[in-house]
């Protein structure tokens, strides 16, 4: 059911950049403080599919949580707005791999593991006529169970899953 509504919205989006026009810039690059990357990201975004009024996004991107957690923020954004301001929403997931010290047995070992994050945005997007980006949204996150790889045969149990309320402020540069 979700898989359909899926693709009957990019469908939807696709009817409606029928016979497009191009927009000033195709592509952003921008930090974000808290947001989807958890603490902060670095993300890429190009414009796909453009009206007079929505624009549709890919963005991925790039974060870190200290020396032992690297994250991948994967979006799909929708534009709703004309002019230099718009409505943005969307809909992603972020995971994390990371890498913790632990006592096997008494003896100093590490220990590997992945976080998965579902991810939403809804925000508002400025972007200035000569690039300047700005953007701030409602950022909520929900946190999935731990995996571990194939090969712990111990492994421990991970966080709870769980609802992380979040927002993130971003700022960039369009070309």
């Known amino acids: 059911m979700k898989s359909c509504i899926k693709i009957l919205f990019i469908i939807l989006l696709m009817s409606l950049a029928y016979g497009s026009h191009a927009q000033k810039f195709r592509n952003s690059i921008y930090g ?8 902060y990201s670095i993300n890429y975004e ?3 599919l453009a009206t007079e009024k929505v624009f549709l996004s890919p963005s991925v991107g790039l974060s870190s949580v200290g020396r032992n957690a690297t994250g991948i923020p994967v979006m799909i954004l929708a534009y709703f707005g004309g002019g230099n301001s718009s409505l943005e929403t969307g809909l992603g997931y ?5 890498e913790e010290d632990f006592l096997n047995f008494m003896v100093p070992d590490k220990r590997t593991y992945f976080e998965h994050y579902s991810t939403a945005r809804l925000g508002y ?6 690039g300047f980006l700005f953007k701030v949204a409602f950022t909520p996150l929900y946190r999935f169970n ?24 971003g700022f960039g ?3």
């Open 125 to 130: 997007r400025y972007e200035s006529p000569k």
């Open 32 to 39: 974000e403080v808290l947001g989807n990357g958890l603490f």
């Open 46 to 48: 190009r414009n796909i």
């Open 94 to 98: 972020t995971g994390f791999y990371r």
């Open 173 to 175: 540069k369009s070309f």
């Open 146 to 169: 731990t995996t571990y790889p194939f090969h712990e045969v111990y492994a421990p149990d991970g966080p709870a899953p769980r609802f992380i309320p979040s927002g993130g402020i």
